[in-house]
């Protein structure tokens, strides 16, 4: 599975940006999608995760109520809206899929990583 991530950049502080994923192979549907970030000088961190089926999702802390996950099995792509952004989510986000995650939300879960894309939120 290749998983290509695209929508970062740069936005004032309250605004919006919907990331996108696209995953190379029709067995998308069969994989759990999450997103992670990684801000300068911090470990990466667990966003956000949709199961295979799009029934079940989770959401760190820090983003609920902010940001949504979903799911475009016909195009293969997973998608985080991010809305009310803040500075602290400046960060590289990376999104991976995982066949059979216990809990989604741990870096070890996922198989394959895509190459992340920047997101800048300025105040």
């Known amino acids: 599975v290749q998983l290509q991530a695209s929508g970062g950049g740069l936005v004032q502080a309250g605004g919006s940006l919907r990331l996108s994923c696209a995953a190379s192979?029709?067995?998308?549907?069969?994989?759990?999608m999450g997103w992670f970030r990684q801000a300068p000088g911090k470990e990466r961190e667990f966003v956000a995760a949709?199961?295979?089926?799009?029934?079940?999702?989770s959401y760190a802390d820090s983003v609920k109520g902010r940001f949504t996950i979903s799911r475009d099995y016909a195009k293969n792509t997973v998608n985080l809206q991010m809305n009310s952004l803040k500075p602290e989510d400046t960060a590289v986000y990376y999104c991976?899929?995982?066949?059979?995650?216990?809990?989604?939300?741990?870096?070890?879960?996922?198989?394959?990583w895509g190459q992340g894309t920047l997101v800048t939120v300025s105040s």
């Open positions: 991976a899929a995982a066949q059979s995650p216990p809990t989604m939300v741990w870096e070890y879960e996922y198989d394959y």
């Open positions: 192979e029709r067995t998308f549907s069969s994989y759990a």
């Open positions: 949709n199961s295979w089926s799009g029934s079940s999702t």
